[in-house]
């Protein structure tokens, strides 16, 4: 009598992949670690954040506008969604990373599930932290239930957003160029693209302009609502970009480099 009969067990192999909710979940835990280890991500994340929050704060000055750190909680989803997700993929696809995880049974529709994934962990993380810092330099929001759902959404808009757009360019160039022309997007939308700096101290057309672009969207929508105001104007941009970005990112990106 076989030793598997006797006892009631079967130890006979059973290969077979996980399944597929396992394998996302595990490869989204995967990336945030990985993304949480970059002294580049740490950079974008948190010192970058905190650093204009305080400065500005002891700096008095009224370029910021009364929301400064609805405008940072705006900044650090946007380094998170696309600068970080842009570099990583770059690299990625050049080394061929992207085209074995592919393979795998994680397939293609999990490796990006697993990479957004991994970006909401990384923004809820950067939000709660921001948020305590804050608070202890004197921001007092007034957010309501119906505001704090628009932000919501426009948050997860704009990773939508954020992430197709570093997916188009990574798909399309080269490492060394993703890296340089991410970095340089990421400097001129900081400073001109309604983060930080809200769309109204912007002359004359540009600030139309400023608040039809996703950042400029995004960053109205969390000062509006952090001061309890309802606005869904910047939503429906959002919305709008989500929608284009990702159509073309589906048409545009390559995995093989």
Known sequence: MSQSTATGLDFSPAPGAAPAS?????????????????????LLALIIPIAIMVAARF???????????????ALAVWSSAFTSVAIATGF???YGVLERLAATPLGRTGLITGKASAVMIIVIGQLIILSAVGLAIGWRPHFSAATTG???VAVLLAITAFV?????????LRAEAT????????????IAGGLVIPASRFPGPLE????????GALGEELRQASIGIIDG???????IWAGLLIVLARKVFRWVG
Not at 208 to 215: E, M, S
């Open 208 to 215: 139309l302009v400023v608040r039809l672009l996703p950042t």
């Open 150 to 152: 628009l932000a919501v």
């Open 59 to 73: 700096l008095d000055s009224d370029l910021f506008g009364d929301q400064l750190a609805a405008s940072v909680l």
């Open 164 to 172: 197709s757009f570093a997916l188009i360019l990574a798909g399309r």
């Open 179 to 190: 890296l340089a022309l991410a970095n340089v997007i990421y400097v001129v939308l900081l």
């Open 22 to 42: 396992r394998r996302v979940i595990s490869h989204g835990l995967t990336e945030a670690r990985l993304l949480v280890r970059n002294g580049e991500q740490l």
């Open 92 to 94: 990625e696809r050049r």
């Open 233 to 239: 104007w910047p939503l429906l941009v959002l919305a």
